[in-house]
């Protein structure tokens, strides 16, 4: 029998990396975005109405992929009766905790320093995947690789000047992303008998209305009086959609921890974005140290996989 491609170890490397190349654009045009529409750092409901806009946006633009591809199928991306909770659980926390925390934070926190604390999220998800898959079990390479890339994160706090770690701005991204490692277990969990589309599609459109909706109630409002407004929006809500709707498909096929530790790699590339368009210092030799921290977390704990197959039982 053909092996799934899907399960291949370098499309599983090539489509992640994708992922998090996509995601590390994320920082700067966020903060872009911000300054197109002249949303303060203190106008928290601005910034959930422009999160919950880009999301809903996205999710849209993968139910509407999920309905041509599946045309003909019977693989429709439709929210029936019995997948109302289990989605709307995993939106609450891989789009509306998720974001609710990062984009009232992100705009204290360097784009820099808000990329390498992404690494919280892979973290979180190989921790929860090892309590809830038997297959995905925590061994002490994993364990190896948590604790340094925790360390790159740690080395990062380290070096900010007096009182420049904050809970409105360090701290809620960082919870931020625990919720969003928290998301790729749930997704991984809720896969039996659903597609990638659906899931992906319908979790990014309810968490991004109800984003919106926070910030409508919260006295938000946007002014979408210019060209640059509309596009980056609709660039956030592409590049968002594209690249969880890819994510998902990985996790449906392959262990939550092969597929999670990736995250690491978005550091890496929201670095670099938030070097070349936000002009910020990223050769630092704190910002390096760090990042090779979070590098070296990706190998350890992935290394068990590529030295040793193992059979795997998806439950």
């Known amino acids: 029998m053909k092996k799934d491609i899907r399960t291949n170890r370098i499309f599983v490397a090539a489509i992640a990396v994708l992922c998090t190349l996509l995601w590390g654009t994320a920082f700067p045009a966020i903060k872009t975005g911000y300054s197109l529409f002249g949303i303060s750092p203190s106008d928290i409901p601005a910034q959930l109405i ?15 992929a999920g309905c041509i591809s599946g045309a003909g199928t019977g693989k429709m991306p439709v929210l029936g ?17 998720q974001y609710l925390l990062l984009y009232i934070g992100i705009v204290r926190v360097s784009g820099t320093n808000s990329s390498l604390y992404t690494s919280a999220a892979a973290f979180t998800s190989v921790l929860l995947s090892a309590a809830v898959f038997r ?11 948590c ?5 790159g ?16 701005g360090d701290g809620l ?20 008998g659903r597609t990638p589309a659906q899931v992906s599609g319908w979790q990014l459109f309810l968490g991004g209305v109800a984003l919106t909706l926070t910030g409508l109630c919260s006295g938000g409002w946007l002014d979408f009086s210019g060209l640059p407004c509309m596009l980056i929006l609709l660039y956030l809500g592409a590049m968002a959609g594209t690249a969880f709707l890819l994510w998902t498909m990985l996790l449906f096929h392959n262990p939550v921890s092969r597929v999670a530790v990736y995250n690491l790699l978005i550091p890496v590339f929201g670095t670099m974005w938030s070097g070349i368009f936000l002009g910020e210092n990223i050769f630092t030799l704190r910002s390096l140290l ?3 921290l979070v590098c070296t977390g990706i190998f ?16």
């Open 81 to 97: 009766k019995k997948d109302i909770l289990p989605i709307s659980v995993l939106s609450l926390f891989q789009t509306y905790g």
């Open 290 to 292: 760090s990042l090779l």
């Open 135 to 145: 297959s995905d079990r925590l061994t002490l390479k994993k364990i190896l690789g």
């Open 147 to 151: 604790a340094v890339g925790l360390a």
């Open 153 to 168: 994160i740690a080395a990062m706090i380290a070096g900010q000047p007096a009182g420049g770690v904050t809970l409105l």
């Open 173 to 192: 991204v960082i919870l931020s992303n625990i919720s969003g490692g928290a998301g790729n277990v749930i997704s991984k969990k809720i896969n039996q």
């Open 300 to 315: 350890l704990v992935n290394s068990g996989n590529l030295l040793k197959k193992k059979k795997e039982d998806h439950r």
């Open 50 to 64: 422009f999160a919950g806009l880009r999301f809903a946006i996205a999710g849209v633009i993968v139910l509407a």
